[in-house]
Each structure stands twice: as structure tokens, then as C-alpha cells.
């Protein structure tokens, strides 16, 4: 897969609020360290996959999983991260099972109505990369074209 | 179907995680030997990788060196990645600075200090391929 430089760095405005809101309140960041941080971040994430990755195969599996992602953390000396990435999981479950019921409901709503071949597209909670469902997403995003 | 992990609320405030899913995914799957990615295991590299940011910026502020507290700068970050052993992994992307006149000073005396050993002793100092 050809990725253009660009694609793996991580959007200018999203990295600067977030960074904006760790900090202090009138503590600036000068372009080259918000530039920095991104990269590191870009680094980050390969890091993290990689180690990732070395559990999935250690469960002799080939789709990277959550417990991965958090085995991760520890093995990278982040354990700080892991209890908000543990509750972060949690909400996002919640959150999925929150819509499923929704999209359940609606079906038995139309179901009045006809016998519909619906059923296919209930979604599952682990599944592989959705490509569609992401490419919409980006268009979703806002993202500063900068530097 | 949907934003969901982005959490993309239609009232727009409460993200579970900001960072884009696409884009993080495009980096994951940069690495070989990823097969595939459970969307889970994306939602929490992207909010990991927050973190990770949220960490980074303020370990480096609060370790940075200066009176004036009031900028975060590319040597806080540096000193970070040279000093501590959690961000050691940062080391080759966030090199420390130094003026070009001091490395070409370095360079001189180093040139020198050879010079000096390879007179002193008959062995073979110099590097040989």
C-alpha cells in the first residue's frame, strides 16, 4: 500500500488542541514543538502496533485486538495509560451496544412493516477494518492543512 | 453506520477520542507485519496516542529548563527524549540542536585528538576496510 508522506502524520489541529489543553493556560508552543510532538506521535503509534502485534501472534492470532493494545502499554512502560484506556473501552462498548439496540429497534419497527433481509447488516463487535465506514469518516474531518 | 468511535455525537461535544480513525489506521497498517485490526484495538491506539501526546507535551514543560515557564520549545522536547528512559524510543526523531559552528568545532578537535594518537602509538588508529 502507497502511502503519500502526508498520510502518516496526524492532523496539525487536533494535535495542537490537545496539546493546548494539557498544558497551562497561557503556555505557548512554538511550531517546531508542535511539529515534534506529531512526529513522535506518528512514532508512537508504530511503536505501539508493532508491540501490539507481537501478543497477537503470541495468541497465534492475526486481527490485533483490545487486550493487545493494552499489553502494549505495559510492555512500553505506559501502565499509567492503561486505566483510562480500560474505561475508554468500557464507554465504547457501551456506546456500540447503545446503537445496536437502537438499529435492533428500528428493525422490529419496519419488521411490522415487511420481512426485510436487514439482518446482514447487523454489526458485530469484533469485526476487521470496515474500509467504507472510515472513508466516510474522513470525509467527516476537520483537518488543517498547514505549515 | 458510523463515526461511532470517533464518537461523533450530533450535539458535536463529547468525543471519545479525537484523533481520526482513518489516519491512525493508515499508520498502523504501514507496519508489515500487520494483518488486521480489530476496531477496537484501533479506538484505543487513537485514544493511547492522546494520551500519549497529552504526556509527552507536559513531561517536557515540566521538565524543561528556563525561568521563563512560558513556551513549550524543541529543546524541552529533546531533553526529554534523551533523558528519560520512558521516551528513549524518541531519541533519533527528536535529536538535540547544536550550532553548526560548535559541530564544526567538534569535528576540528576531534581531528586533532587522531591525529595526536595515531603519532604516539604504531598500531592502526585509523580506520582500515
Known amino acids: 500500500m502507497a502511502e503519500r508522506p502526508e498520510d502518516l502524520n496526524l492532523p496539525n489541529a487536533v494535535i495542537t488542541r490537545i496539546i493546548k489543553e494539557a498544558l497551562p493556560d497561557g503556555v505557548n508552543i512554538s511550531k517546531e514543538a508542535r511539529s515534534a510532538i506529531s512526529r513522535a506521535a506518528s512514532v508512537f503509534v508504530l511503536y505501539a502496533t508493532s508491540c501490539a502485534n507481537n501478543f497477537a501472534m503470541k495468541g497465534k492470532r492475526k486481527t490485533l485486538n483490545a487486550s493487545d493494545v493494552l499489553s502494549a502499554m505495559e510492555e512500553m512502560e505506559f501502565q499509567r495509560f492503561i486505566t483510562p484506556l480500560k474505561e475508554a473501552l468500557e464507554a465504547y462498548r457501551r456506546e456500540q451496544k447503545g446503537k445496536k439496540e437502537a438499529s435492533e429497534q428500528k428493525k422490529k419497527d419496519k419488521d411490522k412493516k415487511t420481512d426485510s433481509e436487514e439482518q446482514d447488516r447487523s454489526r458485530e463487535e469484533e469485526n476487521d477494518e470496515d474500509e467504507e465506514r472510515l472513508e466516510e469518516e474522513e470525509q467527516n474531518e476537520e483537518e488543517e492543512v498547514d505549515n | ?129
Open chain 2, 1 to 129: 453506520m458510523a463515526d461511532v468511535a470517533v464518537g461523533k455525537d450530533k450535539c458535536g461535544e463529547q468525543r471519545l477520542v479525537s484523533l481520526p480513525l482513518s489516519r491512525i489506521r493508515v499508520i498502523m497498517k504501514s507496519s508489515p507485519e500487520v494483518s488486521s485490526i480489530n476496531q477496537e484495538a484501533l479506538v484505543l491506539t487513537a485514544k493511547a496516542t492522546e494520551l500519549f501526546v497529552q504526556y509527552l507535551a507536559t513531561y517536557s514543560y515540566r521538565h524543561g529548563s528556563g525561568k521563563e515557564r512560558k513556551a513549550l520549545t524543541y529543546s524541552d522536547l529533546a531533553n526529554t527524549a534523551e533523558e528519560s528512559e520512558t521516551f528513549q524510543f524518541l531519541a533519533d526523531i527528536l535529536p538535540k540542536k547544536i550550532l553548526a559552528s560548535k559541530y564544526l568545532k567538534m569535528l576540528k578537535e576531534k581531528r586533532k585528538d587522531d591525529e595526536a594518537n595515531a603519532g604516539d602509538e604504531s598500531g592502526d588508529d585509523e580506520a582500515e576496510s
